[in-house]
């Protein structure tokens, strides 16, 4: 199946520190991407929709300012958390669609990115 | 707007006993249904999936959950339960062109 990688897997950052997350797709081309936070013990709330070439797509809520979105190409999506603080510790997970499973609506998901903001 | 709801936020089963989750979801159109199973600290595990034909689909690990429309529910079943399928189980459901959204999660504990 397709495969979608994160790095780091896990940061620990001082607060006010900006903190970079790579998504990739690695054996396809992913025009959207989907970046999704969790919190302990809570369930993935959809953050934002990255789209290859444009801006990203927030969801109500999410700062845009804070939580910078960029999906230069086709393969790799990044989110930056701006001026971090310890409230923005959580786990990062991004997700993509292969353009090959198009016919089932699965989403595959990278492993996910740990924060620690101290 | 695609909802999914989980209304058991945490079960406990003996080891050999079987399973049942509940997931109910809301949608207007013919839903694309998944299941994952996520371990601490982990990325997300595709269980299985439906998009189509059959209701009843089987998915890894001896896990199979039943598509019913009329009651717009799909729920994971499992017939015996082993120690390693202490988890959390996310029921989540997806369109062709949008995100996935998920349920809120049940937490299985499974007792020896």
């Known amino acids: 199946g397709a495969v979608v990688s994160q790095h780091p897997s896990r940061v620990i950052c001082k607060s006010g520190t900006s903190v970079k997350i790579e998504c990739r797709s690695l054996d396809f081309q992913a025009t959207t991407m989907f970046w999704y936070r969790q919190f302990p013990k809570q369930s993935l709330m959809l953050m934002a929709t990255s789209n290859e070439g444009s801006k990203a797509t927030y969801e109500q809520g999410v700062e845009k300012d804070k939580f910078l979105i960029n999906h230069a190409s086709l393969t790799l999506s990044t989110l930056t958390v701006t001026s971090a603080h310890p409230e923005d510790s959580s786990f990062y997970i991004c997700?993509?669609?292969?353009?090959?499973?198009?016919?089932?609506?699965?989403?595959?998901f990278g492993e996910g990115s740990r924060l620690t903001v101290l | 707007a695609q909802s999914v709801t989980q209304p058991d936020i945490h079960i406990t089963v003996s080891e050999g006993a079987s399973l049942e989750l509940r997931c109910n979801y809301s949608y207007g159109a013919t839903p694309y249904l998944f299941w994952y199973v996520q371990s601490p600290g982990r990325g997300l595990q595709l269980l299985l999936k439906y998009f189509s034909g059959d209701t009843l689909v089987q998915g890894i690990k001896g896990f199979e959950a039943e598509f019913k429309r009329s009651q717009s529910s799909f729920n994971l079943r499992k017939p015996s339960v082993h120690w390693s399928d202490a988890a959390e189980y996310f029921c989540a459901v997806g369109t062709l062109n949008n995100d996935m959204r998920f349920g809120a999660g049940t937490r299985l504990t499974v007792k020896p």
């Open positions: 997700s993509a669609r292969d353009p090959g499973h198009t016919n089932t609506g699965e989403l595959f």
